[in-house]
């Protein structure tokens, strides 16, 4: 075999892991690289933020499993991507970010657009490279790629100096990844299991508390048959919505901060907290010190850095979730003394008592007046999707409505910034989503706020034929700081009010997308019907109620049960 160039070499690696899509924006450092992807098969999106490339290709592996790629540029290109690069680490998606550094002779010199890019990701990263040898060059892309899918999922950054991707190998065969120093554990101890089974088999009120990690190893189904079979209520983070159904009548809805009356009660008063995939997040725990405290714990994670680093649990078991579930189930299917009738009658007066929490303390809103509520919209979203849209949202109020009022009873089909919180994520995210599912339905849930961080990529989408829906709940503040001042700063409403918005009808227009606005109740569904019938981008402009607050509502530094209901 022929030699090729470096920048040769990468493409066919990536077509070797199975690559089909690339988000990223061109520039001095990477110029030998866009050629070669140039004269590929992939499809190659250009964006107009390199934010918005890395949270594409973050949208594309949340809704597929599979490693997103970006490539950035070097200098501002490459620290322009840090915050989608914190993004998905924050929350375990796979990801490889190439991005081009300086020829190797001047690293070091400040030179033309030059950064540490490997020292600036180093915290945010699951693992970063700096290539200086050319021999490196493949078998370092195809280790990025084992790293960021394998175990606990992450971003890898690999750096690219312009030399060396302009000079000439040989195309190395392809060898199994090989890191004595890197073996995740992905099947659980079959003692630890047996443990939390017979722990299981003594509870009387047990709740099962899952979070993104279930959905990451692809074990919804497996979580749904043991939920279902011992008659065990659900709670989900922001990550694990979908993970369970959540129409599902074992379904609590999310716990935490914004999560419902009756999970947050569910787990203050079980006697075992069953944790898979979930990381004790304080958005989630509340005050820990009165954080599930009349219970044992179990934790299912296959980071054992993980497991007891916020809440000390009773039995750790490090392994995927996947296997750790299945195992469960089989435990239970083997065990002779198991009955599914005596489960049932031990869980009786828990589960009427959930019944009870939820009947007296459901999700709910004031929808009497003429005035948009942003509960009723999401509603109807879900109504006319039949649950079934791919939604993505921005972050603030937009996101914990999307949360509480959408029914997602699928995985993969939210896609949220959850541990970073990043505003701007939704649009591009929307793309790379689209991207995956051409034929899906996909809709990002906005803030008026949160939308202009990246609107930019109106035309990223209007460019690559992404009908991706936009409904913007626009009630002209940072609606969920405005929340906060309101009720801890005796309504000092600052730096929230947004006294100059766009007309974001005019602007979808401009970009050649469609506009339309909603300004009483009952345009709502009109707008929406409409929206989901076009074929092409649309923005949805909901004027909606300019104070209305996200609730439940857990202050912070109080317990999970001194929510503020109203």
């Not at 991005?99 to 690293?107: A, F, H, K, M, Y």
């Not at 190998?169 to 099947?187: A, G, I």
């Not at 279902?228 to 159904?245: E, N, S």
């Not at 034929?439 to 706020?449: F, L, P």
Request: hydrophobic letters at 40%.
């Amino acid at each position: 075999m022929g030699k090729i160039t470096g920048s040769q070499a990468i493409v066919r690696c990536l077509e070797e892991e199975g690559v089909k899509t690339i988000f990223g924006y061109p520039g001095g450092a990477v110029l030998d690289l866009f050629d070669a992807i140039d004269q590929s098969d992939f499809t190659n999106v250009l964006v107009r933020h390199e934010q918005g490339a890395v949270h594409a290709a973050d949208g594309l592996a949340r809704v597929t499993g599979e490693v997103g790629v970006a490539i950035l540029t070097s200098g501002p290109g490459a620290t322009n991507g840090v915050t989608g690069i914190a993004t998905a680490y924050m929350d375990s998606i796979p990801l490889v970010v190439l991005t081009g550094q300086v020829p190797r002779p001047l690293i070091g010199n400040d030179a033309f657009q030059e950064v540490d890019i490997v020292g600036i990701t180093r915290p945010c990263t699951k693992h970063n490279y700096l290539v200086s040898e050319l021999d490196d060059l493949v078998p370092t892309i195809r280790e990025a790629f084992h790293i960021a899918r394998s175990g606990r999922p992450g971003p890898v950054l690999v750096d690219l100096p312009k030399d060396l991707v302009a000079s000439t190998l040989t195309y190395p065969e392809k060898k199994t990844v090989n890191m004595p120093s890197y073996q995740p554990t992905y099947h659980p101890h079959r003692r630890q299991i047996s443990k939390a089974c017979k722990l299981i088999m003594r509870a009387k009120r047990p709740v099962l508390y899952v979070g993104g990690g279930v959905i990451l190893s692809d074990a919804g189904k497996a979580l749904t048959e043991l939920a279902t079979k011992l008659d065990i209520p659900v709670t989900m983070t922001l990550m694990g919505l979908g993970a369970f159904p959540g129409s599902h009548e074992l379904s609590m809805g999310m716990l935490g901060m914004h999560g419902t009356y009756t999970a947050n009660m569910a787990v203050s008063e079980c006697d075992l907290l069953i944790s898979v995939g979930a990381r004790f997040d304080d958005r989630v725990t509340g005050k820990l010190d009165d954080f599930a405290t009349k219970a044992k714990i179990i934790h299912i994670d296959i980071d054992p850095t993980s497991i007891s680093k916020n809440v000390k649990v009773d039995i750790p078991i490090v392994a995927d979730c996947k296997n750790a579930l299945s195992a469960m189930n089989s435990w239970f299917d083997e065990e002779s003394t198991f009955s599914l009738k005596e489960e049932a009658a031990r869980h009786a007066p828990w589960s009427k008592l959930i019944g009870e929490w939820t009947s007296k303390h459901p999700l709910s809103y004031d929808n009497s007046s003429d005035i948009i509520k942003p509960q009723y919209v999401i509603e109807q979203f879900d109504r006319l999707t039949g649950g079934n849209a791919i939604i993505t949202t921005e972050v603030g109020q937009n996101q914990m409505w999307a949360a509480q009022f959408y029914k997602f009873n699928q995985p993969r089909h939210f896609v949220t910034s959850g541990g970073l919180g990043t505003m701007g994520f939704g649009l591009p995210a929307a793309i790379g989503a689209q991207m995956a599912f051409p034929d899906k339905t996909v809709i990002d849930i906005a803030g008026d706020g949160s939308i202009q961080m990246n609107i930019q990529e109106l035309a990223t989408a209007r460019q690559y034929n992404c009908p991706v829906k936009i409904a913007i709940l626009n009630n002209s503040f940072l609606g969920m700081v405005r929340q906060w001042q309101e009720l801890f700063y005796d309504k000092r409403y600052a730096s929230t009010i947004m006294d100059v918005v766009p007309d974001f009808v005019d602007l979808a227009k401009a970009f050649g997308a469609v506009g339309l606005r909603a300004t009483t109740k009952d345009e709502v569904i009109p707008v929406i019907k409409e929206a989901l019938a076009t074929d092409n981008v649309v923005v949805m402009d909901f004027k909606i109620e300019k104070e209305e607050g996200v609730y439940p509502m857990v202050p912070a530094g109080k317990a999970n049960t001194e929510m503020l209901l109203v």
